[in-house]
């Protein structure tokens, strides 16, 4: 009966080594955000602080903006961290969330490959830009996940009137920034991305900034705690206390400062208090 | 090819510094895919001989589910254990998702029949008369399923390696029920995604060179044990 003496000590040995205990359930936070908020190591930095401060526990789910709010829908998350704007008004609008308030912007850009086939580096906007690789018929990588980067896509699609659903240059990813980048660069192909996940990844990237700096390409982020009276079970005290801690001028400051010493330049700008028509370039 | 290099030089450098991060998720890791192994052996090696054993009309059809389970696809474990444990979902108020736990659950039914249907068949390879022969000495059923069990070693700890790599190798599950929490759920194979979707590659492949001597070494020890005293 050796091996199988042997076997019942390693696994009792096992059972002994694992037991996670859980924690109370009013101290835990469900944070339902954005990848580039995970992708770019902000929320590495900003939760264990907060955490410590707080005595929370935030969990944080890295899904697209537009799962995000299917989650806050459902009471399913207690926070959204997202930037969708139009769905997110759709979204309070339909009483889902209660107190959305401005934390902070960055910009989508538009990145290809150096060589740059469709020729739209130095063009005069992000439509001119999307006529061009329509017109030239370059690749085009997307994330079609229903993210807010996705979303920004589809409206600069509508703007100028093309719809590239079904077409041969027209490629979906679903999968999260970094990776979609990741694929254009292998693809050489076209793609828009928030400028914090781009300068995060650049390093590994065959690929170059063509199109930045216009108003249209600001990409807002706001946070929006989930209506607790609809879900009994949603934290919303801790859901507010995370929110006031994104916009205490110490998160701010944090934000502000986040990626300096990595990339030469901050990811985010911390926007707490102000009006989102007050941003620009 | 330097990235490749560069990323083994950067394993070397997480496991020879006993990195924190890196030592606390590969524990979590060895925590939650032994857990749920064990869970599966107890309930797979249960079911199986029982299955094996007994005789009723329908047998077929459930054994071939057994076998199909063996190759359950961990997405869409991780589906179905997500929408029950959600808050609205019938389980909700255990409040298990992105928990340790959660991960555990889903792992263990991703594992159950591996081991179960290796172990019905491990079971039905032994001589038949075998059975009637423990029978004819005087055992209680305990005692004749102990020493089937014993008989049918080489195999059951093949189904034990099976499951435990079935699980200490999945994503999809690990990912939707446990959500890659920092310092909570994060394990080796859904940090491995994060890093790489972040473009650390060197950091993506030292945690993936790490899975793989994980692997390799609880395999190694099982192989030992398999291997102790071999049957004449």
């Known amino acids: 009966m050796r091996p199988l003496a042997t076997i019942t000590l390693l696994l009792l040995l096992l059972i002994a080594v694992a037991s996670p205990a859980p924690a109370a359930p009013s101290k835990i936070i469900i944070l339902a955000t954005t990848t580039s908020t995970q992708d770019s190591g902000l929320l590495d930095l900003?939760?264990?602080?907060?955490?410590?401060?707080?005595?929370?526990?935030?969990?944080?789910?890295?899904?697209?903006?537009?799962?995000?709010?299917?989650?806050?829908?459902?009471?399913?998350?207690?926070?959204?961290?997202?930037?969708?704007?139009?769905?997110?008004?759709?979204?309070?609008?339909?009483?889902?969330?209660?107190?959305?308030?401005?934390?902070?912007?960055?910009?989508?850009?538009?990145?290809?490959?150096?060589?740059?086939p469709a020729r739209i580096k130095g063009a005069k906007s992000s439509s001119a830009a999307f006529k061009l690789i329509a017109a030239t018929g370059s690749l085009f990588v997307s994330r079609g996940d229903n993210s807010g980067t996705h979303a920004k896509e589809k409206e600069l699609w509508k703007g100028v009137g093309i719809n590239p659903e079904g077409e041969k240059w027209y490629q979906q990813s679903g999968l999260g920034m970094g990776q979609t980048l990741g694929v254009a660069s292998e693809k050489r192909g076209y793609t828009l991305t928030d400028r914090g996940s781009y300068l995060a990844m650049k390093k590994n990237l065959g690929l170059a900034i063509l199109v930045e700096g216009e108003p249209l390409l600001l990409n807002v982020y706001h946070v929006i705690q989930v209506n607790p009276h609809l879900w009994p079970r949603v934290n919303g005290a801790g859901a507010l206390a995370f929110a006031d801690f994104l916009l205490s001028p110490k998160g701010q400051g944090l934000i502000a400062r986040f990626g300096v010493d990595r990339y030469g330049a901050p990811l985010f700008f911390p926007d707490a208090g102000k009006k989102p028509e007050s941003l620009g370039f | 090819m330097e990235l490749l290099i560069q990323g083994i030089i950067e394993a070397l450098r997480l496991i020879v510094t006993l990195d924190r991060e890196v030592l606390s998720i590969t524990l979590l890791s060895l925590k939650v895919s032994g857990l749920a192994t064990i869970l599966s052996v107890l309930l797979g090696m249960g079911g199986g001989t029982a299955l094996a054993l007994s005789d009723f009309p329908g047998k077929r059809i459930l054994v071939s589910m057994v076998n199909t389970g063996m190759g359950l696809p961990p997405v869409v474990v991780g589906l179905f254990?997500?929408?029950?444990?959600?808050?609205?979902?019938?389980?909700?108020?255990?409040?298990?998702?992105?928990?340790?736990?959660?991960?555990?659950?889903?792992?263990?039914?991703?594992?159950?029949?591996?081991?179960?249907?290796?172990?019905?068949?491990?079971?039905?390879?032994?001589?038949?008369?075998?059975?009637?022969?423990?029978?004819?000495?005087?055992?209680?059923?305990?005692?004749?399923?102990?020493?089937?069990?014993?008989?049918?070693?080489?195999?059951?700890l093949a189904a034990i390696m099976a499951g435990?790599?079935?699980v200490i190798s999945e994503v999809g599950a690990a990912i939707m029920v446990g959500g890659n929490i920092k310092g909570q759920t994060r394990v080796l194979t859904t940090a491995t995604v994060m890093e790489s979707g972040k473009g650390n590659f060197h950091i993506a492949i030292a945690l993936g060179l790490i899975l793989l001597l994980l692997c390799f070494g609880i395999n190694y020890l099982l192989t030992v044990v398999q291997q102790l005293e071999r049957p004449r």
Request: charge should be positive.
């Open chain 1, 46 to 116: 900003l939760i264990p602080l907060f955490e410590k401060e707080s005595g929370y526990l935030v969990k944080s789910i890295a899904v697209g903006s537009g799962q995000a709010m299917k989650l806050g829908e459902r009471g399913e998350a207690d926070l959204l961290l997202v930037h969708s704007p139009d769905a997110e008004k759709k979204f309070m609008a339909a009483g889902f969330g209660v107190n959305r308030r401005l934390v902070m912007h960055n910009d989508f850009i538009i990145v290809g490959p150096p060589a740059d």
């Open chain 2, 164 to 166: 435990f790599g079935g």
């Open chain 2, 81 to 156: 254990v997500t929408l029950c444990l959600w808050r609205s979902g019938p389980f909700g108020f255990l409040e298990l998702l992105y928990t340790p736990w959660a991960m555990v659950i889903a792992q263990c039914i991703i594992a159950s029949p591996i081991v179960m249907g290796i172990t019905i068949a491990a079971i039905q390879n032994l001589p038949p008369n075998l059975r009637l022969q423990i029978l004819a000495l005087g055992a209680s059923r305990l005692q004749l399923y102990l020493l089937l069990l014993r008989e049918a070693r080489l195999p059951l």
